[in-house]
């Protein structure tokens, strides 16, 4: 079990992840990186509208004051 | 009785809570570990509508500054 | 008479308070704990909507940012 | 005359003062106390709705960041 | 002319402003005071609404935060 | 060809610039001097609504946490 | 593969990005130059809406603090 919060972005590393942004915005993708900040690297990443793939992005960058949560 | 604030927290360590995000977002779940920031780590945890679970997460990282109060 | 905001503060511990948050968001209580962020914890705590009671919390911390007022 | 901001809140010690918050919220009330994060507090103080009270408070504390503007 | 932003409002000071405030409100009147946070103190102040006089406040502080423009 | 963000600035000083602020607001005028928080003066400036001039503002301070973005 | 969410900005010096803005201002443009608050400097930038080119803005600055991600 994680003791402490960045300890989930560690296990989470290479896994899918969805992330929920300020704004409603709903991003799916691979985590490959990120920072103190909670800056966030997703590769093979899509925005989703109603739980379905909208957008495709490729490789994402996500500043990390956008970020309501993420799930692993 | 918590005489500081973070002193809830730590009592509300592996017992459920409800969190109300910014947005008017609400989350359930169990708390597994938070920091000074209020980054919050919940397990099992599922998105509300109207009282119901709306989206089950699973484990999932709440960004400090999205929280607006933690119930225990 | 208060002569620094947070005396009012250390004067309302035990008592009932009423905040009002960021988003509209009305929360009566007893005020158990706070620091100097404005963390508060409060204790018998409830949202009011059109002043009366909606959702009873139990013990509930809020995050200071949130906090638009506190009266006593 | 005021030559710094701060100086127009130590003549409104004690007078009345009509404050705007973010959210479009106005209150009118006495002014006790503020601290420089422009933290204020405020005895009876009302919640006013179209130029007219509509909740009363009693003593009151906005939090700095909620400000918008002071009258005096 | 002004080399840097504040010299602006050094040359300011005893003339009418115009100000645009986060959540569009305007506000018109003399400059008086302001700080590095641009916390300004204006007399003569009023709020305008579609471009008329609405509120008259006299004197008034407003936060820095708030401001989005000042015009001279 | 700019390096770093602010040599576009450097470069655009004197010449007309358009602004993006928050709350969807957008400027024209002359690029007069800015600081390192973005904080811009611009001269001869005119707020635009669909793409035309609505108001005539002569010179102005914009605090640089408005500015969503800068074209030359 | 980025082991630090800048890298990926270093990577796409001189490609094209797309950025999703705060506000659901969407802008495409080739990446010439950022910085640590991941201000961003774009040529041959255009507004997009409902994924067109609406505005076309040549070189443009962006605030970091308006950016939600970037992705190329």
């Known amino acids: 079990m994680a003791n402490r919060p960045f300890d989930m972005l560690n296990e989470a590393i290479g896994k899918e992840v ?3 942004l300020k704004g ?3 991003i799916r993708g691979t985590l490959k990186a990120f920072d103190v900040h909670l ?3 997703l590769d093979n990443a899509e925005k989703l509208e109603n739980g379905e ?3 495709k992005y490729g490789k ?3 500043r990390g004051d956008s ?3 993420i799930s692993s």
Chains 1, 2, 3, 4, 5, 6, 7 share one sequence.
């Open 24 to 26: 409603d915005v709903s």
């Open 39 to 41: 800056n966030l690297v």
């Open 18 to 20: 969805l992330l929920l």
């Open 60 to 62: 994402l960058m996500v």
């Open 53 to 55: 793939a909208k957008t």
């Open 67 to 69: 970020v309501v949560l």
